[in-house]
């Protein structure tokens, strides 16, 4: 027993040598580190205790800041009379326990919302357009065209210019599905799910509401125009007759130009989606014969819809071009094509950016037609964009007296319609005039008629 004590003993004694050892070995290396950590946490609480101690003097003389506005009888006032409204004392009631807030309080509780809604501005792109279309329905004044005159044109004086315009509507739009399609008592349901899906984007950069992309009958609209101007037979075989005014010309003549086979051409759109997709699906074939410095679509802010909607309001920035929207970059044996049409033909020289609440549609009118004259060596202008805006241009430059369709109804989606601009000045006047005569429809044409049969 006792032998066996001490063999124990003795392997007691062999460990704590060891152990002893061991330490000796490691203890300068340990306590080193130790003191380094040490002085790092010292260093560490050194930074803090500054750091900690401002922000207690930042916190304090806000605190203080609140104190003293909130007591500033004018302020007091306007405080006092916030936490009387109903729907505030009931939201104090529900979070605070208690329905009428102390004026320092309830400022304390205004300061804390305007920060978080100036964060969710940093951090939610769409933010500020929301509160841009709130602020742009209530209080726009787009719906001023300019005014039409009776006044007469020289179109033989030296200093009258003509200009083809083709005029091309988008096809329809997301909005359309949701507000202008089907029974009305399914609105509810319809505008849910595209809230839904609105919400699912909210980070990024497309909406169905706010510049409102084509839906899947826009598309298919969209392909419908491409086929009827591919079907056509050539036109402009004479020579010159591409430099002739449309009143002159036939369809086939007017799509040759349209397609890029006859004369020079531009081609201008909306800055809205639905208006660029349009074009660029609809003129694919002339895009694919061409380069970007020979055909390029130009983006243009005076193009915009007329209206106060939000989907007349555009997503993209100013001088800058838009996203192909998510189901036009599916589209089957299409999609990889319009990707690369938005990224390599859009020119956004001209855009802007979104029109203001102190623009109206009599300056973008003016802002276009100048634009339009200002082209060199260009027989025609082809424009895609909107159904008001077209109309509102007809009203503004066809005599007064005219009581000619272009002037009431809108055009169909998709449609195509050519006619000759003039202008001129006539006793320090600018005169700008579309002659009734000259209207001509090539696609579609106008709503509450009998649709042209396609090619």
Same mark, same amino acid.
């Given at each position: 027993m006792d032998g066996a004590h001490l063999n124990v003993s003795h392997y007691v004694d062999v460990v704590k040598e060891q152990l002893l050892s061991a330490w000796a070995v490691a203890k300068p290396t340990?306590?080193? *580190?130790?003191? *380094?950590?040490?002085?790092?946490? #010292?260093?560490?609480?050194?930074?803090?205790?500054?750091?900690s101690a401002k922000v207690m003097v930042a916190q304090a003389q806000l605190h203080d800041y $609140?104190?003293?506005?909130? *007591?500033?009888?004018?302020?007091?006032?306007?405080?006092?009379?916030?936490?009387?409204?109903? $729907?505030?004392?009931?939201?104090?009631?529900?979070?605070?326990?208690?329905?009428?807030?102390?004026?320092?309080?309830? &400022?304390?509780?205004?300061?804390?919302?305007?920060?978080?809604? %100036?964060?969710?501005? &940093?951090?939610v792109p769409k933010a500020k357009l929301?509160?841009?279309?709130?602020?742009?329905?209530?209080?726009?004044?787009?719906?001023?065209?300019?005014?039409?005159?009776?006044?007469?044109?020289?179109?033989s004086s030296p200093n009258c210019k003509r200009m083809k315009i083709v005029f091309i509507r988008h096809g329809e739009s997301q909005w359309n599905s949701v507000f202008n399609k089907g029974w009305k008592i399914f609105l509810p349901i319809r505008l849910v799910r595209a809230l839904i899906k609105e919400a699912s984007m909210?980070?990024?950069?497309?909406?169905?509401?706010?510049?409102?992309?084509?839906?899947?009958?826009?598309?298919?609209?969209? @392909?419908?125009?491409?086929?009827?101007?591919?079907?056509?037979?050539?036109g402009c075989r004479e020579p010159g007759t591409c430099h002739k005014p449309v009143e002159q010309l036939q369809v086939e003549d007017i799509v040759s130009i349209i397609m890029g086979d006859?004369?020079?051409? $531009?081609?201008?759109?909306?800055?809205?989606? =639905?208006?660029?997709? #349009?074009? &660029?699906? *609809? %003129?694919?074939?002339?895009?694919l014969k061409s380069t970007f410095a020979k055909d390029r679509v130009h983006l243009m802010t005076s193009l915009q819809e007329i209206s106060r909607n939000?989907?007349?309001?555009?997503?993209?920035?100013?001088?800058?071009?838009?996203?192909?929207?998510?189901?036009?970059?599916?589209?089957k044996n299409m999609g990889d094509l319009m990707s690369h049409w938005y990224k390599t033909r859009l020119d956004s020289r001209q855009n802007s950016g979104n029109k203001t609440l102190g623009t109206k549609a009599d300056k973008r009118q003016r802002q276009f037609v100048k634009w339009?004259?200002?082209?060199?060596?260009?027989?025609?202008?082809?424009?895609?964009?909107?159904?008001? @805006?077209?109309?509102?241009?007809?009203?503004?430059?066809?005599?007064?007296?005219? $009581?000619?369709?272009?002037?009431?109804?809108?055009?169909?989606?998709?449609?195509?319609?050519?006619?000759?601009?003039? =202008? #001129?000045?006539?006793?320090?006047?600018?005169?700008?005039?579309?002659?009734?005569?000259?209207i001509k429809e090539i696609y579609g044409g106008f709503e509450g008629k009998a649709k042209k049969k396609k090619g």
């Open positions: 340990a306590l080193a *580190a130790s003191d *380094a950590a040490f002085t790092a946490a #010292t260093g560490a609480a050194d930074f803090l205790e500054p750091m $609140v104190v003293r506005l909130s *007591a500033v009888p004018a302020v007091q006032e306007v405080l006092e009379s916030i936490s009387e409204v109903g $729907v505030v004392q009931d939201v104090a009631h529900a979070t605070l326990g208690q329905r009428k807030l102390a004026p320092e309080s309830l &400022l304390w509780v205004l300061l804390l919302v305007i920060g978080f809604a %100036l964060l969710t501005f &940093l951090i929301a509160v841009w279309g709130f602020f742009y329905f209530f209080l726009a004044r787009d719906k001023k065209p300019c005014k039409p005159t009776d006044m007469k044109i020289d179109k909210v980070f990024q950069r497309d909406s169905l509401f706010y510049d409102s992309p084509l839906n899947a009958q826009g598309i298919q609209q969209g @392909w419908d125009l491409l086929a009827f101007l591919a079907s056509q037979p050539p006859a004369g020079e051409s $531009v081609v201008a759109s909306s800055i809205l989606r =639905r208006a660029i997709s #349009t074009v &660029l699906l *609809a %003129l694919s074939p002339r895009l939000v989907d007349t309001l555009s997503i993209t920035r100013s001088r800058t071009t838009p996203k192909v929207p998510v189901d036009e970059a599916r589209m339009v004259f200002e082209q060199r060596d260009v027989d025609c202008i082809i424009v895609g964009g909107h159904s008001l @805006w077209f109309r509102e241009f007809f009203k503004s430059f066809m005599p007064k007296s005219s $009581v000619h369709t272009a002037k009431t109804a809108k055009m169909v989606n998709c449609g195509v319609v050519a006619f000759d601009l003039y =202008r #001129t000045v006539q006793h320090g006047t600018e005169v700008i005039r579309i002659p009734p005569e000259s």
